[in-house]
Each structure stands twice: as structure tokens, then as C-alpha cells.
């Protein structure tokens, strides 16, 4: 998952506006009176998210799964003295440093598909976090991955690259699987094949919202995301703010 896909990641998201999530991160801090020095950044991906965090000058630990991800994240932020970058996964990552804040954008949590795991990774991040310490993350509704997602197709053509997206959605266990079909060219005569697979969860607010309780956070808060109303039935991703 995510090696060849990771040349052309950027590509894909160039139509989503990471200073935007740079913005709203800043909002929530806002909003919950926080003034975090050190930040932790799950599932950074190619670190999109993390120049701009970089730029304010945070204390940032960013780490993923794919070291192709990693990589073209180098790119970007070796610049940063304030930034380490390391190779760890959501479910059972051990650092030796508590954070401010942790962080974790676009709906990297739906890919935990199982709630034992999800837990897991939800106490993780509060052994991780300093007391008062905010999490913030993301997730692509229930309502999106079954009805709007699952079980649809969508092809895109763009200037160096086209794919076709097939989606699956599993009554029984609420999962969307993802097959993508990617034709790529680096000099728009040869086209280069490769395909990927991926599966989200489609979890609950209810389900969300109880295991971050067991995992011992005291003040949980939902919202539309990129906003502050709660979300309703047809709301597509949700944002949460969880406190330790």
C-alpha cells in the first residue's frame, strides 16, 4: 500500500487545501485555549500538512508507515531544524517523548478496521500526550463510506495521470474497500501501470466516541469538519477534538 503511489500522492490531493487544515488546526487551538510547543503528527503521508506546522514553528514528530511516504516528506521538510521524521504505524507506535498535541488528518483513522486495534491506538496517543494534551484527528463519516463512496465507481483523467476507483462496501462488517487502477506518465507518451487497494472502516460517532472514553480522554467533541457545528446525518467527514 502506498509505494507507487506515493510519486503521485501530491498530484492526486492538488485540489485540497492543506493550509486550510493548517487553519483549522490553529482554530481548535483557539477554541480549546491550547498553546502546544510539540505536536505529533500520525500518518503524516508525504507531509503536506506538516510544512505548515513546521513553518509555525512547532516542535514536530511526524511519522508513517510507507517509507515511500516518508521520503518525498523529507523533500519537503528537511529545511526544518524542529521536525524529526520516523517510520512507526497508528496501532502500536512507542516513542520516548510526550507531546502538546497530536494530530492525524485525512481520515487515516478509517484505515484502522478493526476496534480492538482502534483502541489501541487511541490509548496510544494518550500515553503519548502531556496532561491537558488535545488530539485532533478526522474521519470520512459512516454516511459517506456506505452511501456516497461504497459500491460506486469514479474515474478521473487528469494531465499525467488517470485512474479508475472501484469501491466495495461489506454489509456485515462495515468496511469500504477501495481498488484503484492508476496509468502514470512522467513524459505524456508512456504510460506506467500500477494498482493499489485500500479498505476504511465506516465506524459510528457513537463507536468513536466510546472508545476514546475508555482510553481515558475526559472531553470529547465532534464537529463538521473545517467548521464547529455538529454533524448531522448526511455529514461527510467529521472532525474530533479529544482531551486528555
Request: aromatic share 18%; proline share 1%.
Amino acid at each position: 500500500m502506498y509505494d507507487k503511489f506515493a510519486s503521485i500522492y501530491d498530484e492526486l490531493m492538488m485540489d485540497f487545501n492543506y493550509e486550510d487544515w493548517f487553519n483549522y488546526i490553529e482554530e481548535i487551538f483557539k477554541r480549546y485555549d491550547k498553546r502546544p510547543k510539540s505536536i505529533l503528527e500520525m500518518a503524516c503521508g508525504t507531509g503536506n500538512l506538516s510544512h505548515y506546522l513546521a513553518k509555525k514553528g512547532y516542535n514536530l514528530t511526524c511519522f508513517d508507515l510507507s517509507d515511500n511516504m516518508l521520503s518525498q516528506a523529507y523533500e519537503k521538510l528537511r529545511r526544518f531544524k524542529n521536525v524529526k521524521l520516523i517510520r512507526q504505524n497508528m496501532i502500536d507506535f512507542s516513542l520516548k517523548e510526550s507531546y502538546d498535541s497530536v494530530i492525524s488528518i485525512c481520515d487515516s483513522i478509517n484505515y484502522i478496521t478493526n476496534k480492538e486495534e482502534l483502541y489501541k491506538a487511541f490509548k496510544n496517543v494518550w500515553n503519548h500526550l502531556e496532561d491537558n494534551g488535545i488530539f485532533i484527528f478526522d474521519i470520512n463519516s459512516f454516511y459517506k463510506l456506505k452511501y456516497i463512496i461504497g459500491n460506486n465507481t469514479f474515474v478521473e483523467d487528469r494531465e499525467e495521470v488517470f485512474y479508475t476507483w472501484q469501491n466495495y462496501y461489506d454489509e456485515n462488517k462495515n468496511i469500504c474497500e477501495f481498488y484503484l487502477t492508476f496509468f502514470y506518465s512522467d513524459d505524456g507518451e508512456i504510460y506506467e501501470r500500477f494498482d493499489e487497494e485500500h479498505r476504511e472502516k465506516a465506524y459510528e460517532l457513537d463507536e468513536i466516541i466510546e472508545l476514546l472514553k475508555k482510553a481515558g480522554f475526559t472531553h470529547i467533541d465532534c464537529f463538521q469538519a473545517f467548521g464547529f457545528e455538529k454533524p448531522v446525518e448526511k455529514t461527510e467527514r467529521i472532525n474530533f477534538v479529544a482531551i486528555k
